[in-house]
Nanobody, 125 residues
Framework: VQLQASGGGLVQAGGSLRLSCAVS????????MGWFRQAPGKEREFVAA????????YYGDSVKGRSIISRDKAKNTMYLQMNSLKPEDTAVYSC???????????????????WGQGTQVTVSS
């Protein structure tokens, strides 16, 4: 499985961006997919996740109410629509995939086996 993230860029505060994560290879029904971000000098932070088959959604507190995660099974692609962007959203955003586990929550990086390269999101004030 290979993941390719895209869609980052420079945007003014209050603007929107849609990130995409294209998946090469087979994503089984038991997989979760997620977005994480990392700003300079900070730890990697959970942003959002989706259960590939059922479509259950999960959001980190920092983006809840401003972002929507979705997936298109036919295109094998996951999306993250981010609205009302703030300067503190500036970070490298990475997508990831991993098999669901009852022991590890979707918010935990350890749940994810496959990672794509990051895409830079910069929000100017």
């Amino acid at each position: 499985v290979q993941l390719q993230a895209s869609g980052g860029g420079l945007v003014q505060a209050g603007g929107s961006l849609r990130l995409s994560c294209a998946v090469s290879g087979r994503i089984d029904t038991g997989h979760n997919m997620g977005w994480f971000r990392q700003a300079p000098g900070k730890e990697r932070e959970f942003v959002a996740a989706i259960r590939w088959n059922r479509g259950s959604l999960y959001y980190g507190d920092s983006v809840k109410g401003r972002s929507i995660i979705s997936r298109d099974k036919a295109k094998n692609t996951m999306y993250l629509q981010m609205n009302s962007l703030k300067p503190e959203d500036t970070a490298v955003y990475s997508c990831a995939a991993g098999l669901s586990s009852t022991l590890t929550p979707v918010t935990d990086v350890k749940m994810y086996t496959y990672w794509g390269q990051g895409t830079q999101v910069t929000v100017s004030s």
